[in-house]
């Protein structure tokens, strides 16, 4: 069957919901913000009905623009979001724990003598980032009662009535025994959820139910978790493809084939996708703040938004001796310090906004050098490129800073919202699953390519700069 597809990328910031047609490309699209909470302690909470609100306001927004019907839906998650709710009617019983909550550290300083048991279990390190430290917080302290579960089963179960999540977001929460890509029960136990009614682990692609909430009934074919559907709208189908996604935070995954690979180096592992029944990896870091850090800087009036990055940051040569560790919600991969809080250091009197705005491009993109060098390790061979995506794409400066520090080109996707069309792709897959993956996804085409400006040497030094600011962190922390 042919036609046009919906996908819907439910994000933390906001919905986004494509229509695509498999020869015309994108023929509606919509996009609904949604809203996150954050208070003491680490908490930051959004709405559920406000997520589902947005899928599908978003979802009946781009078909009316589309103007023509679709014959399936695709569904992309935020991964590590989770909410306690009634299998029978569906209430969210709790508010939905986003990914940067970190209320949950307590239950994971608490197993921390499980950690390698848990990281080769499961591929990820403990950290309340993930899903099962926050499953496991809301049973302590919120609610026994209903499922608790990531976000995407929820929304599904409120589109379709199916209890399932797939293998890409199940692989996010530290519950799935990363080699048989399957509940782990050793894991459940070591988090006190052996007894959790959990949800079915699906492909990928395949029909998960119909749903009317767009209209007419339509089957859901497609499911896959945010930062993997990137990575398979980037082509990166081979091993040793990376790209790098850079939203609320910067993410970048690395494909490594059909067969686990563990990193040494504090990259994560785990599956990318489960396609036709055949799993898929991938080596993943995260930087927890990226738009998030220029929406700080903003907040401060230091710039005026994203978009003002680029002429504030330009009016200046170089940050002026100023060094920026955004890590304002912890570092991530690879130093795993989730307490940590970020610094700016090397301030004078003759420091201006551009130096600040400069510091903070520097400050992110070595965090993205730290995880590209991580992949290399632990791939054996450097990455010969970078591709990236997402809303910071559009600054010239942080991404000419990142080629500089990479020393390596960042091709920059002509597609905007790549989440959307990987789970486009999947969807297709899923109606049709004797569609070559390679015909399923888009054609892979640059907008443009930032090659380095300056020697490795200097590279080197700037990178030295902000790896010595990190220590000072470490070491007093």
Known sequence: MTGPVLAVDQGTSGTKALVICPERGVIGSASVPVATRHS??????????????????????????????????????????????????????????????????????????RDEELTRLTGLPLDPYFAAPKMAWIRRELTREGVVTTSDSWLVHQLTGAFVTDAATAGRTQLLDLDRAAWSPEALDAFGLADERLPAVVDCDGTVGT?????????????????????????????????????????????????????????????????GGTTNYCLDG?????????????????????????????????????TFVPA???????????????????????????HLARALCEGIAAQVVELADAVATDLGSPLTSLRVDGGLTRSALLMQTQADLLQRPVEVSALPDVTALGVGAVARLGLDPRLPLRRAVPEWKPAAVYEPRIGADEAAERLARFRAAVQTLLDHA
């Open 40 to 113: 003491g302690g680490g908490a930051v909470e959004a709405d559920p009905g406000e997520l589902l609100g947005s899928v599908v306001e978003a979802g009946r927004r781009a078909l009316q623009e589309a103007a023509e019907p679709v014959v399936a839906v695709g569904l992309a998650n935020q991964g590590e979001t989770v909410l306690a709710w009634d299998p029978d009617t569906g209430r969210p019983l709790t508010e939905a724990i986003v990914w940067q909550d970190r209320r949950s550290a307590p239950i994971c300083a608490e197993l921390s003598s």
């Open 211 to 275: 749903t009317t909430a767009f209209g007419a009934e339509l089957p859901l074919t497609g499911l896959i978790v945010d930062q993997q559907a990137a990575l398979l709208a980037q082509n990166a189908l081979d091993p040793g493809n990376a790209k790098c996604t850079y939203g609320t935070g910067a993410f970048l995954l690395a494909q490594t084939g059909t067969a686990p690979r563990r990193g040494s180096t504090g990259l994560v592992s785990c599956v990318a996708w489960r396609l």
């Open 328 to 354: 304002l919600a912890g570092l991530a991969a690879p130093w795993w310090r989730g307490d940590l809080r970020g610094s700016v250091t090397g301030l004078g009197l003759d420091t201006t906004a551009g």
């Open 286 to 322: 995260q930087v927890y703040t990226a738009a998030s850090a220029v929406d700080w800087l903003t907040g401060l009036g230091v710039i005026s938004g994203a978009a003002d990055l680029d002429r504030v940051g330009t009016g200046v040569p170089d940050s002026g001796g100023v």
